[in-house]
């Protein structure tokens, strides 16, 4: 599990510059990755719990950030969508969404209002259930150093349509 989204996080993500941000942070071996097995509710917020609480007392130079990925249960994208959203409640419940933001990634992502097979979707296409876990701090200061970030997906966009399906399908084939 963890050598195949690494190697998404090198072919997709840096290779394609899909994330201007990630690359210092992969160089430098500060993202955290964590696998939960876990398949009941409880033992879910357990993991999601103990993740936040090890980014936050962590430095951020040693873990700038946290992939978590699931292992069970998510592999229908609304059952991840639930999960995703009962996890920002519980971060704004803790009062912590200006410490930590969440990024979404599944096999089978897609943006609501969208075909199906819209190359769009695989800007967010990962091989696992993944949430993001990133430091707002962290972002406020790259976005400050990025002239248009709103031009970032749109970019990425760009970038997956001149690749084309079949190369983009290649780079990423559980999102097929």
Known sequence: MLDRTQQWLQQMVLGLNLCPFAHSAV???????AICDATKDAALKDFYV???????EADEHIIATSLLMFSHD??????YLNVLDWFQQLLE???LTEQVQLA?????????????DDLSHFTNRAPYPTIHLLRQAQMTRALAQVAHPEQIFTDNIDTLNQLGRSQVEALCPWGK
Do not use: T
């Not at 160089?27 to 990755?33: E, K, L, N, R, W």
């Not at 998510?74 to 059952?79: A, K, N, R, V």
């Open 104 to 116: 979404s990634f599944h096999p089978r992502y897609q943006f609501e209002g969208l075909e199906i």
């Open 27 to 33: 160089a430098q071996g500060q993202v955290h990755y």
């Open 50 to 56: 103990i993740e936040l609480k090890r980014l936050l």
């Open 93 to 95: 419940q803790a009062d």
């Open 74 to 79: 998510l592999e229908l994208f609304d059952d």
